[in-house]
């Protein structure tokens, strides 16, 4: 959901998404991956879990996270 139309929730787009990811990892440094999904729940709501994979694969595309799949680490570049 990267085009917004009418009955988008900003809240729930992949864009704000991945803002929030890339707030909570510089706040946190390396995470786990539930961890992760769990700090974006808290901040945005339940529904996240739905979007989060998408904003991760976006973050991933642009160059900023790097996913460490032995320790199950999201790691921020900057």
Known sequence: MITPNKYSDYNMSIVNVAAI???VLDENGAMRYNDT???VQNKVGEESKHVFQNALNFLFL???I???SKEDLLELII
Do not use: S
Request: charged content about 25%; aromatic content about 16%; cysteine-free.
């Open 62 to 64: 642009l160059g900023k």
């Open 37 to 39: 999904l769990k700090q």
């Open 21 to 23: 990811v890339i707030k």
């Open 66 to 68: 790097n996913y460490f």
